[in-house]
């Protein structure tokens, strides 16, 4: 944050000084924000967030997404030491 971006460093009083020091204010909030909406559009190209999304989508329909998934992995578990016996 630069320096002479901060509210707080404003010094007096008046109608102008507070003026000042409140679109300060504004102007870290909408960095804030900013950065904020950036964090989370990262987040939501993730892997995990679309694994999230999956499942929760499952759930709105009734299903168990994980519990199918965990079911899945567990018949191919399965398989593969079948396959591994032989």
Do not use: F
Request: glycine fraction near 6%; charge should be negative; charged fraction near 30%.
């Amino acid at each position: 944050m630069i320096v002479s971006a901060v509210p707080d460093l404003i010094q007096g009083d008046g109608i102008g000084q507070d003026l000042i020091r409140v679109i300060r204010k504004i102007h870290q909030v909408e960095r804030r924000l900013a950065d904020l909406e950036h964090e989370l559009t990262t987040i939501r190209a993730t892997d995990v967030w679309l694994l999230k999304e999956k499942v929760d989508g499952a759930r709105t329909s009734g299903q168990d997404q994980l519990q199918a998934m965990a079911h899945y992995l567990r018949q191919q578990i399965a398989a593969l030491r079948e396959e591994a016996a032989l």
